[in-house]
C-alpha cells in the first residue's frame, strides 16, 4: 500500500541554525503535501503545505520543497528558535479520487538553546 | 485554539469497562475523523464522516464503534478493548473531503487512552 518515509526520526540543533526534515512518498498520484507540527499535549497543526504544480513554497523562517521526479520533499526550518521544538509530520495525498492523508512516522525536533 | 475540542482529555480503563471519547468541531465543517496515534507509527486512520454519512472504516476491529449524530459531533465507543488499544485518538475535521487544501485537516488536543 502507499506509504511516506520520514527521515529523521530525532533531531537535534542548537538554536539559530537550521533544520531539515525529508520525506518520501510512493505513490505517483500524490499532489498535495502537508506539514504539521505537533507540541506537546496537543493535536497536530498545519504550517505549511505544496502542491505539485509547484516546486517550493515559503512563510517567514519556513519552507518546502517538492521534487516529483525523486517523490521527495522536504521541510526546512531556518533561525530555529526554542519554540520550534516538537514533533513534525508529513503527509501526502491525492487531489481527487481518495482524500486520505498518508502521514509519515514524525520528526521530533529540539532546539537547544 | 483549533476550534476542534475533544473529552475526555485522559482516560484510564479496564479491559471489561464501555467508556466514549467525546468530539465537537465549531468550525462549520462537514467532514470528521478519527486517528489512532501510537508511538513511532504514522498517524492511522481509523473512520471518515462526511455530513453525518460514515465513508471510511480502515479495517476498525468493531470494539471500536463510531457514531456521528450531526457534522459538529463525533463519538467513538469503546468496549472490551485490549491493552494494545492504549494509544492518543485524534478527532479532525475540515471542510470537504476534497483532496486538496479545502480538505485541510484541523486536529482536536486527542484523548490519552490507557487500557489496563
Known amino acids: 500500500g502507499e506509504n511516506v518515509e520520514q527521515h529523521p526520526s530525532t533531531l537535534s540543533v542548537q538554536e539559530g541554525d537550521s533544520a531539515v526534515i525529508k520525506c518520501t512518498y510512493s505513490d505517483s498520484a500524490s499532489n498535495y503535501f502537508p506539514w504539521y507540527k505537533q507540541e506537546l499535549g496537543k493535536g497536530p497543526q498545519l504550517i505549511i503545505d505544496?502542491?505539485?504544480?509547484?516546486g517550493e513554497k515559503k512563510d517567514q523562517r519556513i519552507a518546502v520543497t517538492l521534487n516529483k521526479t525523486a517523490k521527495h520533499f522536504s521541510l526546512h526550518i531556518t533561525e530555529t528558535q526554542p519554540e520550534d521544538s516538537a514533533v513534525y509530520f508529513c503527509?501526502?495525498?491525492?487531489?481527487?479520487?481518495?482524500?486520505?492523508?498518508?502521514f509519515g512516522t514524525g520528526t521530533r525536533l529540539k532546539v537547544l538553546a | 485554539e483549533t476550534g476542534v475540542t475533544q473529552t475526555p482529555r485522559h482516560l484510564v480503563m479496564g479491559m471489561t469497562n464501555k467508556k466514549s471519547l467525546k468530539c465537537e468541531q465549531h468550525?462549520?465543517?462537514?467532514?470528521m475523523y478519527w486517528y489512532k496515534q501510537s508511538a513511532k507509527k504514522p498517524l492511522e486512520l481509523m473512520f471518515v464522516y462526511n455530513f453525518k454519512e460514515q465513508t471510511e472504516n480502515n479495517s476498525v476491529p468493531s470494539r471500536f464503534s463510531p457514531e456521528c449524530p450531526n457534522s459538529s459531533h463525533l463519538f467513538l465507543h469503546l468496549h472490551t478493548l485490549q491493552p494494545e488499544d492504549s494509544a492518543l485518538y485524534l478527532c479532525?475535521?475540515?471542510?470537504?473531503?476534497?483532496?486538496?487544501?479545502?480538505?485541510?485537516?484541523?486536529f482536536g488536543p486527542g484523548t490519552r487512552l490507557t487500557v489496563l
Open positions: 505544496i502542491r505539485s504544480n509547484v
Open positions: 479532525a475535521s475540515s471542510l470537504t473531503l476534497a483532496g486538496d487544501m479545502s480538505n485541510e485537516q484541523f
Open positions: 468550525l462549520g465543517h462537514n467532514a
Open positions: 503527509a501526502a495525498s491525492r487531489a481527487s479520487g481518495t482524500y486520505k492523508y498518508i
